[in-house]
């Protein structure tokens, strides 16, 4: 049965482009096909979740993504769970079908706002786990300013809808925005080898003991020198004598009775004292 055969122009355009970007913008091994699927299965439970809220336009949406998710997994591993994927595939189809008829109004605008967002908002989970942070925040502050302008069409409807949506979202951006602020506080380690082999022990490794490294930088600051003592103030640049003046008198006093001689060992000593009589 082909797809969308009752569908309007467009949504068939919008769907046949949404396949395509599927099959030829994620490579294969992009991403694992366990992982796609898990990702793709999470956004077919949303749509179920909002068709059961009778928010047929976001439900088409999600409805849409799934379907381009599970082409491109059969294209990319197409020995990934051929029968569940290919089930899967057929089944959103029927869905796709039955959801169009009951699209409100400027149901198709808002449609293609929620495709939007899905694509922002599992590009810039992708790139939070993969440790690009920078670049995942300002991913997901696009997904921020889609999901708000349709929150905008439909406040109270819409906000409670995609609630999971956001509150992972906002979740997610206050996450990044406190690790790039805390990178950008964290002081860079610096070390400097000595160039001394300080060798090993039974409790000290080789990699317990300072080693080199690029981009060293040491400032003169970390090891100031105190000031010139002749600079202060009240304190004489010449060190005063410390040895005390005798008078002479005192100095032939010592002359004459120079005090007992200091004890010395020598090998050739020939007197041995008499330590019996005592």
Do not use: C
């Given at each position: ?8 122009g ?16 994620a ?12 990702r ?52 959103l189809?029927?869905?796709i ?94 070390y400097?080898?000595?160039g ?8 000290v ?6 080693t080199g490294?690029d ?22 640049s010449?060190?005063?004598e ?37």
């Amino acid at each position: 049965m082909p797809p969308f055969r009752n569908s309007n122009g467009l949504l068939r355009l919008l769907t046949a482009f949404a396949v395509w970007v599927g099959i030829f913008a994620a490579p294969a091994n992009e991403t694992a096909p366990a992982e796609a699927w898990s990702r793709a299965y999470s956004w077919l439970q949303a749509g179920e979740r909002l068709a059961e809220s009778d928010q047929w336009a976001l439900a088409m949406g999600a409805y849409i993504e799934t379907f381009r998710q599970m082409k491109a997994i059969r294209n990319a591993s197409p020995s990934y769970e051929p029968e569940l994927v290919n089930y899967r595939i057929e089944k959103l189809e029927e869905m796709i079908e039955e959801t169009e008829p009951r699209l409100p109004p400027g149901g198709n605008l808002i449609t293609m706002k929620f495709l939007d967002f899905i694509e922002s908002y599992d590009l810039g989970m992708e790139q939070r786990f993969s440790g690009q942070f920078s670049e995942a925040l300002a991913t997901l502050d696009i997904a921020k300013v889609i999901l708000d302008e349709i929150i905008f069409e439909n406040p109270d409807e819409f906000r409670d809808a995609v609630d999971t949506q956001y509150t992972i979202l906002h979740d997610s951006i206050g996450f990044l925005e406190e690790q790039i602020s805390y990178r950008a506080r964290k002081p860079r380690r610096t070390y400097v080898s000595d160039g001394i082999d300080w060798g090993t022990t039974e409790f000290v490794k080789g990699k317990d003991l300072p080693t080199g490294g690029d981009e060293i930088l040491m400032s003169g600051s970390l090891f100031p020198r105190g000031p010139d003592p002749a600079t202060i103030r009240g304190i004489s640049s010449s060190i005063p004598e410390l040895t005390e003046k005798k008078e002479p008198a005192e100095m032939e006093s010592e002359k004459k009775n120079p005090g007992p001689p200091g004890f010395r060992m020598s090998s050739k000593q020939k007197e041995v004292p008499d330590i019996e009589g005592e």
